[in-house]
């Protein structure tokens, strides 16, 4: 194996894009920064300024958006800002009104030609979502304006075959300052890392494809008969030479000396009943349910384990089942309420604190808005109500709530109703609240599971101890013990 040595970096760096850099980073203008702003925050201004290609991986709650505005100088401007809709439309204003209120901005959303039209006004930023960024600003067919592109949560471009990414490499080929920001750049391994630091050095630090990449720093973890790789394992010391070869241009920080709450992780578990235990273990043997006298089952096992945790969770939606008439999700299968009896049980107990809960299901988010002033996520200005201390009970699915949302500030107790599969949904829930500006000194994450059952395997990957593959090849094989 070869290692890369800072020269060779170099070398993998066109003289013309190093000398342009090098200008870039000379021609920063001093401007003051916001006293408010913690060290480590003035740490992260002046490392935008050294690299104008750079990442910010710091975990969530630490201001990573703070940082970018507070970084900006009249050269970086204009700037367009790339984000999830909801951090577009919830964050961004807030914050550049908080920290830059002397910059401009277009929020760019509505119908096409509405988002056309606002793309036109000359301002200091545009805030656009990444599902629509790719058509609206016509990639390909003329050149942009603008100086710098921030690109928050850059983790949603860990796959350099959707659509997004390629999008995303089009857009910021020519760009002069690319700065990433995530919490979680690795969510699920070390070869998520390539794509997004490719869109920051176009190869020059991880090699210049993936495939290189993959074929230096790892090796085949597992084969399907066709010869397909199913997964890839570390070479020894590989990781350690990944890092270092990053730790350049992407920033983050040692958080000990940063206030965080401290995070109680509680769990709450509890037995199926008889007949509904019967009914999960048909599934998890069979591949097969009862409707009413009609016995139906599945055919994948990525089906059978869907089914596994809608039945842990109480119910079972009839879609999806071979030999059931085709319905959609209104035809339900009732297992149990014990999973809603134990979130009775938990708010009872905080004598009234504010609580956020996470679901999965549709069927979840039903039950869960019975209680008495629960609201969902998506009502509109929920967010702003919860951080009034509005909202007895804010539910959310991870999906639309894990990424740059500050909620900290309307409670400090968290309950995962249903858990999700993805440890950077994980990850970044549970940071919605465990950051920094939280008032309490603790924050409760309340965690529901059944016991002997998938829920038990989902919290393992999230929390890091087997991977999704494993998880997957783990229901199989209790299946296959019961055939």
């Known amino acids: 194996m070869i290692e890369h040595t800072s020269a060779v970096r170099e070398a993998l760096i066109d003289p013309i894009d190093a000398l342009q850099l090098a200008l870039d980073v000379a021609a920063v203008p001093h401007h003051p920064l916001d006293p408010r702003l913690h060290p480590y925050q003035r740490d992260g201004v002046a490392h935008l300024h050294a690299h104008p290609r750079s990442g910010l991986f710091l975990v969530p709650g630490l201001g990573k958006t703070a940082i970018s505005l507070s970084a900006l100088t009249e050269i970086h401007l204009p700037a367009l800002v790339i984000a999830p809709k909801r951090v577009i439309e919830e964050v961004w204003p807030e914050e550049i009104a908080k920290w830059r209120p002397d910059l401009t901005y277009s929020l760019i959303r509505g119908g096409p030609e509405q988002r056309k039209k606002r793309l036109l006004e000359d301002t200091d930023l545009h805030l656009i979502t990444r599902d629509t960024f790719g058509g609206d600003l016509n990639l390909g067919r003329k050149k942009h304006r603008y100086n710098t592109i921030i690109i928050d949560e850059l983790s949603g471009f860990k796959n350099r075959g959707s659509n997004r990414w390629k999008h995303m490499n089009k857009l910021v080929k020519d760009v002069p300052y690319v700065w990433g920001l995530t919490g979680t750049p690795t969510p699920n391994s070390l070869i998520d890392l390539w794509p997004q630091m490719f869109l920051l050095d176009r190869g020059a630090r991880l090699n210049r494809t993936l495939t290189a990449y993959r ?54 578990r509890f037995d199926l009943p008889t007949k509904v235990r019967k009914a999960y273990d048909d599934m998890n043997e069979h591949f097969v349910a009862e409707i009413g006298e009609t016995q139906v089952s599945v055919e994948h096992a990525a089906a059978k384990t869907n089914k596994l945790s809608q039945i842990a969770s109480g119910f079972m939606y009839h879609s999806g ?94 309950v995962w109703y249903g858990m999700t599969w993805s440890s950077e949904e994980y990850v970044q829930g549970t940071g919605r609240l465990v950051r920094q500006g939280q008032p309490s000194p603790a924050v409760a994450v309340h965690h529901i599971l059944a016991n002997d059952t998938i829920d038990e395997v989902v919290l393992d990957v999230v929390q890091g101890r087997i991977t999704r593959q494993d998880a997957l090849l783990k229901v199989l094989e209790r299946g296959k013990r019961g055939r």
């Open 215 to 268: 074929t230096e720093y790892f090796r085949p973890g597992g084969r399907l008969p066709n010869g397909i790789i199913t997964n890839w394992t570390l070479r020894p010391g590989a990781e350690k030479r990944i890092h270092t070869l990053v730790d350049d241009i992407c920033m983050s920080i040692n958080q000990s000396h940063v206030k965080m709450p401290v995070k109680n992780d509680v769990y709450h």
């Open 321 to 414: 089942l071979v030999g059931a008439e085709e319905s959609d999700e209104a035809d339900i299968t009732h297992h149990h309420m014990l999973r809603m009896e134990i979130v009775q049980e938990i708010l009872e107990d905080a004598q009234g604190a504010p609580a956020l809960i996470f679901y999965r299901f549709h069927e979840d988010r039903r039950r869960l808005l019975q209680l008495d002033g629960a609201v969902d996520l998506r009502t509109p200005h929920s967010i702003e109500r919860w951080n009034r201390g509005n909202i007895p009970i804010l539910l959310a699915h991870p999906a639309s709530a894990g990424h740059g949302l500050n909620l900290q500030r309307g409670g400090s107790l968290m």
